[in-house]
């Protein structure tokens, strides 16, 4: 391991410059007028996997954006690990609300990230975090210094569903075969704080259109004796939460797995402080479900949030219309054992219902993600808490988190294997924000962790 530490030590330059060229490729996957930078993107993730040494790197075009591919077989005999990870990113909108351009990343010192911190759309979600992996399996690899057998598959559409990943890994069980998956696309509590995300909350996302009269009218003329869709929809929208905080869909709650009171315990005793995070939200008071904690509501407990809302006359100065159609985008983050088809019906079937006579809805389902919830009981999670106490000094705390990477359930169901979610980034460095940012110590850090992971877990897997 010395040989590995001394290599990293002495590439940090070429580590970190190689990163900002990743990112100044903007990789949208959501933005059709970006497919060819996505495709760069691709290209470049497959390059770096060869310089770092694999034996095989591949592109595999799709329906959608391509998939990268890589591997080294060291021997039979030992465990092979399955890298995740993805190169696309999110749109960087709005623009205007960026210190520096999105794509065009600078190292920046903050609060948090005394040693300087790198701020460009993707740094910590998910380029930064997957390029580790490519730089931590170079260091082993120069070192001669491989303990497992290494599969790399990298994806361009995280950020949009992953709906082309799953049918490539349906179609590939036996080339992606592996005993763990391992990925970094989830965050630490704090730097001095070391984490492991336990558990992912699933997704359903629906759009609803509400539609009124048969044409945009004046609010003068016709206000106040027809329907107003934007008034119903903002007065349905508001019936979809009852008055403890609660979601009044019938039947929405019956699949949620309760957590044992020990369990709640446990999660509550990682640190957490109420006033620093109203703080940095500069809000007065948080809002949440009673009867939970704001680490329950982030993590055990699932929640219905307006992600967007439209419709009517949002121009410059004052136009009177009453609006034809009223439109908005709403996700449910889904905990055990909800799944995404279940509940986005649930939500079809009560939000027809309780529309009344004068318009008319409808509800079309996007991208939806299952739950995942990964044990500590294993090989896989032992050997991530003693590499990150051998890189933090500390012993990390495992904690479920509120975010999705609906992948991670379906390599589960797929591939029969678990996940070990060991990332690195904050929840304060703004993924999907403008000013996203990725901490030098975080990415150093991760570096110098994951080939600890892959020297103990080869050695408690052959112990076992
Ligand atoms: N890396 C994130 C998920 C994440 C972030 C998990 C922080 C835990 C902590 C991932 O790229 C993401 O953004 N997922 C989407 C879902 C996807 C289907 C668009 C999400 O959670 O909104
Ligand atoms: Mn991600
Ligand atoms: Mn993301």
Same mark, same amino acid.
């Given at each position: 391991?010395?040989t590995?530490?001394?290599?990293?030590?002495s590439?940090?330059?070429?580590?970190?410059?190689?990163?900002? #060229?990743?990112?100044?490729?903007?990789?949208?996957?959501?933005?059709?007028?970006?497919?060819?930078?996505?495709?760069?993107a691709?290209?470049?993730?497959?390059?770096?996997l060869?310089?770092?040494?694999?034996d095989?790197?591949?592109?595999?075009?799709?329906?959608?954006h @391509?998939?990268?591919?890589?591997?080294?077989?060291?021997?039979?005999?030992? @465990?092979?690990?399955?890298?995740?990870?993805?190169?696309?990113v999110?749109?960087?909108? @709005?623009?205007?609300?960026?210190?520096?351009?999105?794509?065009?990343?600078?190292?920046?010192?903050?609060?948090?990230?005394?040693?300087?911190?790198?701020?460009?759309?993707?740094?910590?979600? $998910?380029?930064?975090?997957?390029?580790?992996?490519?730089?931590?399996?170079?260091?082993?690899?120069?070192?001669?210094?491989?303990?497992?057998?290494?599969?790399?598959?990298?994806?361009?559409?995280?950020?949009?569903?992953?709906?082309?990943? #799953?049918?490539?890994?349906?179609a590939?069980?036996?080339?992606?075969?592996?005993?763990?998956?391992?990925?970094?696309?989830?965050?630490? *509590?704090?730097?001095?704080?070391?984490?492991?995300?336990?558990?992912?909350?699933?997704? /359903?996302?629906?759009?609803?259109?509400?539609?009124?009269?048969? %044409?945009?009218?004046?609010?003068?003329?016709?206000?106040?004796?027809?329907?107003?869709?934007?008034?119903?929809?903002?007065?349905?929208?508001?019936?979809?939460?009852?008055?403890?905080?609660?979601?009044?869909?019938?039947?929405?709650?019956?699949?949620? &797995?309760?957590?044992?009171?020990?369990?709640?315990?446990?999660?509550?005793?990682?640190?957490?402080?109420? /006033?620093?995070?109203? #703080?940095?939200?500069?809000?007065?008071?948080?809002?949440?479900?009673?009867?939970?904690?704001?680490?329950?509501?982030?993590?055990?407990?699932?929640?219905? $949030?307006?992600?967007?809302?439209?419709?009517?006359?949002?121009? #410059?100065?004052?136009?009177?219309?009453?609006?034809?159609?009223?439109?908005?985008?709403?996700?449910? %983050?889904?905990?055990?054992?909800?799944? @995404?088809?279940?509940?986005?019906?649930?939500?079809?079937?009560?939000?027809?219902?309780?529309?009344?006579?004068?318009v008319?809805?409808?509800?079309?389902?996007?991208?939806?993600?299952?739950?995942?919830?990964?044990?500590?009981?294993? *090989?896989?999670?032992?050997?991530?808490?003693?590499?990150?106490?051998?890189?933090?000094g500390?012993k990390?705390?495992?904690?479920?988190?509120? !975010?999705?990477?609906?992948? &991670?359930?379906?390599?589960?169901?797929?591939?029969?294997?678990?996940?070990?979610?060991? !990332?690195?980034?904050?929840d304060?460095?703004?993924?999907h924000?403008?000013?996203?940012?990725?901490?030098?110590?975080?990415?150093?850090?991760?570096?110098?962790?994951?080939?600890?992971?892959?020297?103990?877990?080869?050695k408690?897997?052959?112990?076992?």
């Open positions: 391991m010395e590995v530490v001394q290599y990293i030590n590439n940090k330059d070429r580590f970190l410059d190689e990163l900002l #060229e990743l990112l100044k490729i903007p990789s949208i996957s959501a933005d059709p007028a970006y497919t060819d930078d996505v495709a760069k691709a290209d470049f993730v497959k390059k770096s060869e310089k770092a040494g694999v095989i790197a591949e592109i595999h075009p799709t329906a959608g @391509p998939i990268v591919y890589a591997e080294k077989m060291v021997a039979d005999d030992l @465990p092979t690990v399955l890298v995740y990870g993805h190169y696309d999110q749109p960087p909108d @709005p623009l205007e609300l960026w210190d520096s351009p999105p794509f065009e990343p600078v190292i920046k010192k903050t609060a948090i990230h005394p040693d300087g911190a790198i701020f460009a759309r993707g740094a910590c979600d $998910d380029k930064g975090q997957m390029y580790m992996h490519v730089k931590a399996f170079e260091a082993m690899n120069a070192a001669g210094n491989l303990p497992c057998n290494m599969k790399f598959l990298i994806e361009g559409e995280e950020e949009i569903g992953s709906d082309h990943l #799953e049918i490539f890994c349906k590939h069980v036996d080339k992606l075969a592996c005993d763990v998956v391992l990925l970094s696309d989830t965050s630490v *509590i704090a730097n001095d704080v070391p984490s492991i995300t336990t558990g992912l909350r699933g997704l /359903s996302y629906v759009e609803v259109e509400v539609t009124g009269p048969n %044409r945009d009218l004046h609010s003068g003329v016709y206000g106040g004796a027809v329907a107003n869709p934007i008034n119903v929809l903002c007065d349905m929208i508001a019936s979809l939460k009852n008055e403890d905080l609660s979601i009044s869909i019938p039947g929405f709650y019956d699949d949620v &797995v309760i957590v044992d009171a020990a369990e709640r315990k446990a999660m509550n005793e990682a640190p957490f402080e109420l /006033s620093d995070y109203k #703080e940095d939200l500069k809000i007065e008071e948080i809002m949440g479900e009673a009867g939970y904690t704001t680490l329950e509501r982030t993590s055990i407990r699932p929640t219905l $949030d307006v992600n967007g809302i439209w419709g009517g006359y949002i121009g #410059e100065g004052a136009k009177t219309v009453l609006p034809s159609k009223a439109f908005a985008k709403i996700s449910m %983050r889904l905990v055990p054992n909800q799944t @995404p088809d279940a509940i986005t019906t649930l939500f079809e079937e009560h939000f027809r219902s309780i529309a009344p006579k004068g008319t809805v409808e509800v079309k389902p996007h991208h939806g993600g299952y739950p995942a919830v990964t044990p500590t009981d294993t *090989i896989e999670y032992k050997a991530a808490e003693m590499a990150m106490e051998k890189t933090y500390k990390p705390i495992p904690q479920r988190s509120g !975010g999705s990477i609906p992948i &991670v359930a379906m390599f589960e169901e797929v591939f029969g294997v678990k996940s070990v979610m060991l !990332g690195f980034g904050l304060s460095d703004d993924i924000s403008p000013n996203e940012n990725y901490g030098l110590f975080n990415y150093y850090k991760g570096i110098e962790t994951i080939p600890y992971f892959y020297l103990y877990y080869q408690l897997k052959s112990n076992h």
